[in-house]
Structure formats: structure tokens, C-alpha cells
């Protein structure tokens, strides 16, 4: 049995594969905030038989305890004259125009960010070796502060660990839990690597006692985490290493994303998963981008982990006026406190009210007609909204609506413009909440053919966790000149490849189940960003290739450098094949709940909804439409045609503006 | 065509997308640390007239600059598809001359409907001293002078430009391929608003740009409105001008009528014989730079928050200045003593909303020289971060880009790789924030260990000066450069060229923020 089990705010998700009957089953339970293993083992508590299942968890601990700032009480360690570099940071400052933003906190204050004397050079040569004695005061010091963990990042410890693996070791020794950066991440760019390091340092406690209590509870089970790469990794690790888990969930919602619209035909595609607060967007082109250069709350987090663009826009999102008379929506949002005004606490108008007076959401249908709205609220809202702006109130509920889809479309066009990609070659595919009801009209205004919202639309992430291999990343910072032979190329990373399989061994993988990614940063000498580059024999080819396609042009007669080699370590799993349904005769009169005005920008519809889970496959029709599931609303314009596939999802062809 | 709120915000949105995109052209092709890793570049929109219709948020002294170099472009030359202009003299539409400009014009259905353009600080053209910001006495020294030429027309490169650029820079190879990336990333911008166009038809996306620009300036009125009428003065000085050895004033007086502000620089002294004289667009873009952030964070960066002021700098003066003087420091370090003034002026009339004097400098720091482990000449340049200004009701942040400028630090495993240099000390100035109710942040410290001889140009403020204080606040400490040498500590001028030994370290400390209220005792 294999369960993939992911942690939400409102919901801890289940999707259970049994790998003897091909079935797959979903659930949810209530999520637990303050103690979020509580809904795991409410959720498992009922084991089918004695034997042990393989459980993939997406966690949140990680992500809350940086952001909440709960992590443990953490000391740094670097190199003398270095210590401010984590307060530094690339200098700076958050926002251009405004005197009163201040840049994120570093994690750990000055009076516990230590310094020893010590320094390599970039050739990895000790320049000044280390003052081994002066260690045993800065332990001191940690033992009189009552510091939980410990990161220790000195210059060049990519180059040569011998200072670090020392300074490590005796406070290993002492008893604290260490994260040395290069463990963590052995790249060049102090800031980043230390502030990485000091990350993984300061969640990983937290993470640890969570696991462990899992584990504790659940004796008979094997229990994987997800990782912000979208592979797993096991207990020990996350909990050495939870940096790598910050963006668990999401990572399983591209991965369940990838393997459904793969399922289903499509290999382009863009992620819409529209929340509360916010959206989170991405590109899945055969595969989801991996990026190396994240922010978490202002924070770098560089170790790899699936490229996912997150705006400040979502449901709950304020409309106002400005001070130019101009209408806005967001970045201030009502949030789940005091919520939409038709949640009935608020009294500002937000995105949502802006759906349920344009008929789009029914009061009596929203989450299954188990949460009242409050549809005089949301008008009174908006009637305060309108009179400010001096338009019709039917004027500003449509404007929000379309702003908002602004907001998301140019998100959109950040991952897929800016990245030189078509959106029109690629299937907007949309899960989350609010997403349904913004996505055709969002497919429509970026030229896109087509949307896809999965049967699992409120469950993708338990499905990606399910779904995901074993994943180990490692990298090191070369520097090696383009001219390099390519066999001291190869050289230099076979020990990054042996590593890899190694560890996948050490955790039971066969030869044949483990598989070899191979790759390195390379750049134009001189430059400072690096390209990816497939590893092989043809690699600067390849590099100058992508440069020509990435920046228009390049330049085979000019110095390269390999900056970064970077191996990642597969092993495969068997995952579960999404069920498939037979087409049946449909009758669409049986799925309809009833038909009700619904505001277009071309004026009123009479509109017929359906009710999601009564459409089988083969169900088609003609929009205007709205289709209701227990957790969604799916909007399908009048231009827009909409079919349910094999798999239940919801394929809508978007008709043109 | 009447304007509608809902498309209004929508086009915001579409304008805006151009030059965020021009900038991740820019920024992902170029070569140098100092555009790639310090960001020191802007990208923005144009209509056909000249008026900026959107700039993405990347430096902003760039910001009311950048209209007066499109609006050069436009008086000297005649264009066709496919032609890239190019300029950075000063006197013509630039700042100062390492940041050059390159200016695309957009034809639609032959006609000409808007610009794409961009600037990026270049770590050097030529002059006397590797960087191109030395101790100059006219402009002619600091470096190439590019009035507005074409480098393209009509798409074809312009080789015998193209070779007289290269072969006046130090570093060649490294401003051909930052070049090439400001080229792209104009070629984008241009695809785009032509996409743009193609969409939604040429007479709607004029109306727009048109009708944001009016939005602008309606909320920029909107603010000084609120400002109660009357005149506020200031009045601070720059050190020097590392030449003579005096003090130089700036006076500012803000005259706020309804909605209408009139910003006059009357009383400022004549340009300086050294090269912190800074040129009109460099005054424009700090006058734009303070409206702009007392004004909402989301009103979009376009030239209509201008027409609500009017900005009088005196010519000949030291805000204004006129050829031959040279211009090198006005950009980077009279830009911040003109925030300071305006600031000062303004903290009478907002109280509330006004931070007490930041750094005040750039502490520009460029070393050149022969790199004998790599075998080729190199040019460094960075600018150096410190403390800001405590804010009614917070303190100040410390060891952070303020004002005109935020580029990011060259990182000390960067500068190894690129250059024969060493950080040996990259920290805090502890205690160089003004005191008071609420404290300036502090500078910083960076230590510099040359592996190799070479030539330092610095070209730093507040060093004898200090950052006031507001409200009964503390000034922050003036800042020090420094020459450690064997044992010796050497104190180093404001603004200077010295010559380096392998062994020696440059220290800078940067000043901090000046204090806000009266410290509890």
C-alpha cells in the first residue's frame, strides 16, 4: 500500500494506491495547525492488514517554521571579518520607493554569529589556517545561550571542506546538530550558501522531533518526505536536511500536475493554482524547471527545488479605490480572517464577492452548501466600492474579476514569456480553490487553446507525493576553464555520480532502478550567471547553443568556464497508473442542478450547472456553463466547449476573445 | 475613446510586463559582474513623443534620466526599423559617461509609435583611470563620448562604431558581450509592444499609455495637495569636489501651491572644477526619486508625476552643469546630497513620513590593473552600502544601498574568481549610526587585500560632512577611507586616485544614517 498524504491549511489530504488491485483511493481529514501529525494519524489510523505501507509526506513544518520564524535557537560559525554576511546580504534594500521597508531579519543575531580565524583561498589553498583552539570558547558560548543548532559556512569550504569539516566536528562532538555548507550546498556566493545553510540549521530540529514523532506512532510503516525537487527523499535526511523540504506541498501538486496532463495527452503546460492569498504558477514543459536560486520570505534558499512563481493575488483578495481614482485589487488581502465579506465577518469587497454577484458562485452550492454566504453583505461591499469610483455596481463586479485575471496573466507571462515559451503552445491547467472560475478567460487573454482542470483537482499534491521517485541533488562549484579536457571534466564529477548511487543503494535501490542525471552551470567567462547544460561529451557545444537560444546570441570564440558540475540521483518507484473510465451514455439533464443568471461581459445568461461528479466520461456541451464540484467551481464561457475525458477530467477548448 | 477604470488597470499590467522582461534579457545575457550580479542597469517604454510610459523598478537615479536620453535621441537623428541608437555624453541626453544608453525606436505599419530603451553602468570607457571615474577637470578626460549615433540602422550593425567603442575601453571582450545583451533585451522590448499593438490596435494602446501618464500625474497631485502650501528650504553640502578643497552647497527651495509643487535649487553653488557636477536629468531623477515614494507603491513609473512639478536648477550651477565640466560624481554622489536637501525640505512639511539623511555616498570604489595570474588588464567597481536613515518610528537599517542607487555587493568568492583581489573584512561599522529616539543604521567595513599593484580611484561623500539628524536626532558618523599598509594606517582622501602595492588593503567605512527624535537619556 502506498499512501501519499499531504498537509493543506484546511484539509490533510490522502490518496491511497494499492499496487495489487491498480486501485486508487482519496480522502481528507481536517487539518491539525498546531499539531499537524494529528490529522496524519487520524487519517491512517486504520491500517488494512499488518503490512507496512509506503508513506510520501508533504510537510509544512519546514515552510511555517521559517516563516512563523519558529526554528531553533541557532548559532553560526564563519570565517573571521565575515560574520555580518548574513545580515549583509547582497546590500540591498527590499522595495525602491518606500523609506519605511525593511529588508527580512537574519535568522541569527549578531551576538551568536561567531567567527574563528581561518581562510581558503578560491583555489581551495589555506591561506590561513585554522585556529583550532579557538573553537572550544564558541562552544562555551553556545552551551551558556542554549543553542539547538548550529550552521557553520566559512569561505571557500566548497574548494576545500578540511576547516569546516573541523570546526563540525568538534562541535558534533559537543553535542550540537551541525549543518555545514558544504554539505548543504557546495556552491560559490557566500550570502547565499550561508544563508542556505543557516536555513536548513534553523528548521531542521523542528522538522526532526516531527518526523520522529511520526515515526514513533506509525512503527510498522516506511515514511518518505517530499522535497521541494519533487522527488522523496527518507526521514533521516529530512531531517538533517529539511532546507531541502520547504516547498514540499506545492512540488507535489507539479508533480500530480505533470502526470496527469501527461495522462492525458498534453506535455506543455501552465500551472494555475489560485488560493486564498495567493497564486502559485508553473511551467511544465515535458517536465517541471528546476530553479537554484529560490527566496523563501526574503530569504535565499539555493538548493534545488521546482521553479514555481508565487504572486500575491487570490480569492480574498481587497478591491479599492486609489487616490487617482483608479481601481485596484490586492496585495492586501481579507485572507481566512475576517475572509470575503460573504463569509459574513468582512466588509470588503474581495474577489470572491466579486464571483457570487456575478452569479458565478451559488450560495446554496458553495463547498457542497455546507458554509452560508452572505450575498446582501458582499453587495453592500460593493455598492460602498462603487459609489467611491462612481460606476454602476454591476461595472465594478466585473472589473474585479478582470483585473484580478490581470494580475494573474501577467504572473503567467512571467514563466512563460519572459522564459521565451508560447503560452499558446501550452494547456493552461488549473486546481486549487478559486482557479476553476478564472481560467478560460485567463486561457482566452493569453491566446491559450485550452484548459485542463484534473479529477483531482483538490487533491493533486497527495497525488504528485504518491507519484514521486527518490530524489538526491548534489553540486559542487568547479570553476573549471571551458578548455578543460573532457575527460578531467568527467573526472570531476564521477565522484558526485558514485555518491548518488551510493546512497540510493544504501536505501535499497538496485543498480537497475537507479538513474543518473547529469549536468553543469556553464557561462561565458566574465559572465555571472550560469546556463544548465545536459552532461556529455558535446557539452560546450550544447552551451553555446542554449545561449544563442536563450539570449539571442554567441560567441564560440570566447573563454567559457564550467562553473558548477551537478548530478542528480533517481531511483525509481513503480507508480500507480491513473484509473481510467469508460464512456457511458451521458444524460446531461441528470447532472444538472438548475439554471441561473450568470453575468458575462457581453450582459446576463440564463446558464445551466452541472453537478461535477454526475458527469462521466463522454459528458460534452457548450458553454456558457458552470460546473460545481464539493471543493471547486469551474466557469466554461460561451465560446468555450468542455468534454470530460477518460480520466473525469474537465478539458475545456477556449473559443477566441 | 472614453477610458475605462477596468482597462486602465489592465493596461498598467501589460505595460508594465515590457520592460520586466527587457531587464531578465538584460540582466541573464550580460557579462559583467557589475550589470549581472549588481543589477546596475534600467529598462523602460516610451510612446513616440518621448515620454516614458513604464520603467521596470531597478535604479533610481536611471529613473527621470532616462526620458531626457529618448528625448536627445529624438532632436539629433532621424529614424528607421531596425536602428539602435546609442549615447552617453552627458551633455546630450546621458548621466555620466560609464552609463550608456541604447535606444530602439518601434515602427508600426511604418510609422514610428514608441521607444524601447535601456542603460547600464559599463565598469569602463576609457579616460585616465580604469572605471572612468577619476579626478578629472573636463569631461573629454573621463572618458568616450558618445553624442546620439546610430549602432544599428536598419539592422545592420554599424562596424567602424562598434570598433571605436572596443577599442577604447579596458576591457573589451567584457563590454562587447554587455553590449550584445543590452541590444536583445531592446530587441525584446520592441517585439513586444509591437505584439502589444498587433492585439489591441494601435489607437487603444495609445489612449492607455496616454491615459496612465494622466493617472500618474493625477495621484502625484493628489499628494501634493495634501501638503500643506508654503515654501521649505534646505540646505547641505557635498565635502569637495577633490580638487579644491571646500565645501560645496546645495539649497533647495519647495514651493507648494494646491496641487502644484515647484522645486527651485536657486542659491546651489557654481559647478565645481572636479566631477561631482551633476547635469540636469541627474537633479530631474532625484526630484522624480522623492515624490515618487511619497506617493502609493503601486502607481505606475512614468513621466506624468513630472508634470505636476516644476524643476528649476540654475545653469552653471552645480545641479545643472554645463561642457566642459566633468560629471563622473554627479550621478553617483551629488544625486545623493540633492535627496538629501529635498528631503530636509520636505521634513518640515511631513514630519511624519521624512527619514532622517542616509549615507549620503555611493562610496564608489574602482582598482584597476594587470592581473598576472590571469595575464590580462582588469577593472573592478562596486559601490558600497551604509546606513539609512532612522525613520519616524523605526530605526534605520544598517549596511544597506539607500536612495539613488541599489545595486547588490559583488560577493568576496566572486571577486577571487573574477580579480587579484581579497576581502579580507566585510562587516557592520558598530556605533556609526546617529543616536536618538530611534537610532541610523550603520555602515559597513570592507576591507580590500590587492594580491597585485594597481591604481584605486575613490569617489566618496560625507567623510568630514555627516548625515543629519531630524527631530532632535544625532547625526550618523562620517565615513573613512583608509590605506593599510605594513603597520600603518593611512587616511585617504574623500575622492582621490591612489596608487596600490601588492600587500596593501584599502579599508572602507561607510558612513551611518543620522538619528530620528531626541535619544532617551
Known sequence: ?657 | MKTDLVRLEIFKHLFASIPEEMGAVLQRASFSPNIKERRDFSCALFDAQGEMIAQAAHIPVHLGAMPLSVQAAIRALEFAEGDMVILNDPYQGGTHLPDITLIAPIFHAGDLVGFAANRAHHADVGGMAPGSMPIAHELVQEGLILPPTKLYAGGELQQGVWDIILRNTRSPWERAGDLRAQVAANRRGVERFAALIAAQGLETVQHYSAALLAYTERMTRTLIAAIPDGAYRFEDYLDGDGVEERPIKIAVAIEIKGDQATVDFAGSDPQAKGSVNAVYAITLSTVYYVFRCLVDSEVPNNTGSLRAIQVLAPEGSVVNARPPAPVAGGNVETSQRIVDVLLGALAAALPERIPAASQGTMNNTLIGGWDPARQRPYTYYETIGGGMGARPGADGPSAIHSHMTNTLNTPAEAMEYAYPIRVTRYEIREDSGGAGEFRGGDGLRRDLLLLADATASLLSERRSGQPYGLAGGEPGRSGRNLLLRGGDEIELPSKGEVELKAGDVLSIRTPGGGGWGRAPK
Do not use: W
Open chain 1, 1 to 657: 500500500m502506498r499512501i501519499g498524504i499531504d498537509t493543506g491549511g484546511t484539509f490533510t489530504d490522502f490518496v491511497v494506491f494499492d499496487p495489487e488491485s491498480k486501485h486508487i483511493e482519496t480522502f481528507k481529514v481536517l487539518s491539525t495547525p498546531q499539531d499537524p501529525a494529528a490529522a496524519i494519524l487520524e487519517g491512517l489510523g486504520r491500517p488494512e492488514g499488518q503490512s507496512a505501507r509506503d508513506l510520501v509526506h508533504g510537510s509544512t513544518v519546514a515552510t511555517n517554521a521559517l516563516l512563523e520564524r519558529k526554528g531553533a535557537r541557532t548559532a553560526l560559525v564563519t570565517t573571521a571579518g565575515f560574520r555580518d554576511v548574513l545580515h549583509i546580504g547582497r546590500q540591498n534594500r527590499p522595495a525602491l520607493y518606500d523609506f519605511f521597508a525593511d529588508p527580512p531579519a537574519p535568522l541569527v543575531p549578531r551576538q551568536h554569529r561567531l567567527e574563528v580565524a581561518e581562510r581558503i583561498d578560491y583555489r581551495g589553498e589555506v591561506v590561513t589556517p585554522l585556529d583550532k583552539a579557538a573553537i572550544e570558547a564558541l562552544i562555551a558560548h553556545c552551551r551558556t545561550h542554549e543553542i539547538e543548532a548550529v550552521a557553520v559556512s566559512t569561505l571557500f569550504a566548497f574548494a576545500n571542506p578540511a576547516h569546516e569539516q573541523a570546526i563540525a566536528e568538534r562541535f558534533r562532538a559537543a553535542g550540537f546538530p551541525v549543518s555545514a555548507s558544504h554539505d548543504i550546498l557546495p556552491e560559490f556566493r557566500e550570502y547565499e550558501r550561508t544563508s542556505t545553510t543557516v536555513v536548513n540549521a534553523y528548521v531542521s530540529p523542528v522538522m526532526g522531533r516531527y518526523l520522529g514523532r511520526l515515526e514513533t506512532a506509525l512503527p510498522a510503516d516506511r515514511l518518505q518526505v517530499m522535497q521541494s525537487n519533487g522527488g522523496m527523499i527518507g526521514p533521516q535526511q529530512a531531517a538533517s536536511e529539511a532546507v531541502r523540504c520547504i516547498l514540499s506541498g506545492p512540488a507535489g501538486g507539479l508533480v500530480g500536475a505533470q502526470a496527469v496532463a501527461a495522462a492525458a495527452g498534453f506535455d506543455k503546460v501552465l500551472t494555475f493554482d489560485m488560493g486564498g492569498t495567493s497564486t502559485d504558477v508553473a511551467l511544465i514543459d515535458g517536465a517541471p524547471r528546476s530553479t537554484s536560486d529560490a527566496s523563501i520570505g526574503g530569504l535565499p534558499v539555493n538548493v534545488p527545488m521546482l521553479s514555481i512563481h508565487t504572486v500575491g493575488s487570490g480569492g480574498g483578495s481587497i478591491a479599492f479605490r486609489d487616490p487617482g481614482g483608479g481601481l485596484q485589487v490586492g496585495p492586501q488581502s481579507a485572507g481566512a480572517d475576517p475572509g470575503p465579506a460573504c463569509y459574513g465577518r468582512g466588509e470588503l469587497p474581495t474577489v470572491t464577492d466579486a464571483n457570487l454577484l456575478l452569479g458565478r458562485i451559488r450560495p446554496e452550492l458553495f463547498f457542497g452548501g455546507q458554509m452560508a454566504l452572505d450575498t446582501a453583505r458582499a453587495e453592500r461591499a460593493f455598492n460602498g466600492l462603487a459609489a467611491e469610483l462612481g460606476i454602476p455596481p454591476e461595472e465594478a463586479h466585473l472589473g474585479v474579476f478582470q483585473i484580478v485575471n490581470a494580475h494573474m496573466a501577467r504572473a503567467l507571462r512571467v514563466i512563460s514569456v519572459q522564459q521565451g515559451q508560447d503560452p499558446r503552445d501550452y494547456t493552461l491547467l488549473a486546481f486549487g480553490g478559486a482557479g476553476g472560475l478564472h481560467a478560460v478567460e485567463l486561457a482566452r487573454e493569453l491566446g491559450m487553446p485550452r484548459v485542463l482542470v484534473p479529477r483531482q483537482a483538490a487533491t493533486l499534491s497527495a497525488l504528485g507525493m504518491l507519484l514521486a521517485d527518490a530524489t538526491k541533488d548534489y553540486s559542487r562549484t568547479v570553476m573549471l576553464p571551458g578548455a578543460t579536457e573532457f575527460t578531467d571534466v568527467q573526472a570531476a564529477i564521477a565522484p558526485l555520480i558514485a555518491q548518488g548511487q551510493a546512497d540510493l543503494a544504501a536505501e535499497g535501490f538496485a543498480a537497475g532502478e537507479i538513474r543518473i542525471e547529469a549536468s553543469a552551470d556553464i557561462r561565458y567567462a566574465g559572465q555571472s550567471f550560469e546556463l544548465n547544460i545536459a552532461f556529455g561529451e558535446s557539452l560546450l557545444a550544447d552551451f553555446h547553443a542554449a545561449h544563442q537560444a536563450a539570449y539571442g546570441y554567441q560567441d564560440p570564440q570566447a573563454q567559457v568556464e564550467i562553473v558548477n558540475l551537478r548530478v542528480r540521483a533517481i531511483g525509481l518507484v513503480e507508480a500507480p497508473q491513473l484509473p481510467t473510465f469508460t464512456k457511458t451514455k451521458v444524460n446531461l439533464e441528470e447532472a444538472l442542478i438548475g439554471r441561473y443568471p450568470v453575468r458575462f461581459a457581453e450582459g446576463e445568461v440564463e446558464t445551466p450547472f452541472y453537478a461535477g461528479e454526475r458527469l462521466g466520461t463522454g459528458a460534452a456541451f457548450q458553454g456558457p456553463a458552470i460546473v460545481v464540484r464539493a471543493d471547486t467551481t469551474i466557469l466554461v464561457g460561451a465560446q468555450d466547449r468542455a468534454e470530460v475525458d477518460e480520466y473525469l477530467n474537465l478539458q475545456i477548448s477556449v473559443g477566441p476573445a
